[in-house]
């Protein structure tokens, strides 16, 4: 399961290792993109697809498919990681989620999360102060779905 937090630094040439544990269970044909809340996403090819189909399944005529097919399809790129798990992000990629010398990587099932540390310490903190909110929310969201 991809699950976990790691920290990792970059290193030249904007190359970053991506941890072993996610390595050993995402596979090696992976996709990068841009995420939400300014961090990046990285799939492997199967979850890609699926979102991909869900992305572009509605009506080209409807603005907001199109908004998320630039935003989500438009930047993506195929990773190929060297033999140490290494691989380089894209200057478009590395500015969209304002990385700098260190990253988090966030493992959340399906998909691993790239943040740039003092991002995610900010993204983690707002989680702590609203945990209670959010649940609140989703709870709520879960019994309207009944």
């Avoid at 979850?47 to 991909?52: D, G, H, P, T, V």
């Avoid at 992000?89 to 999360?113: C, K, M, R, T, Y």
């Avoid at 991002?119 to 009944?146: C, G, H, M, V, Y």
Wanted: glycine residues 6%.
């Amino acid at each position: 399961m991809i699950i976990g937090e790691y920290q990792n630094r970059v290193g030249d040439k904007k190359r970053i290792a991506l941890p072993k544990k996610f390595r050993d269970e995402i596979g090696d044909q992976l996709i990068l993109t841009r995420g939400y809340e300014n961090c990046l996403v990285i799939v492997n090819q199967t979850m890609w697809e699926s979102i991909a189909k869900d992305v572009v399944s509605g009506s080209f005529i409807n603005s907001k498919i199109r908004e998320t097919s630039r935003f989500l399809v438009g930047s993506a790129i195929e990773v190929e990681l060297d033999p140490q798990g290494r691989f380089v992000i894209p200057q478009p990629l590395f500015d969209h989620a304002q990385l700098n010398s260190e990253v988090v990587f966030i493992g959340l099932v399906n998909w691993i999360e790239v943040w740039s540390k003092e991002e995610w310490e900010k993204k983690i903190n707002s989680l702590r102060k609203n945990s209670s909110e959010i649940a609140d929310e989703l709870s709520n969201l879960s019994s309207e779905s009944k």
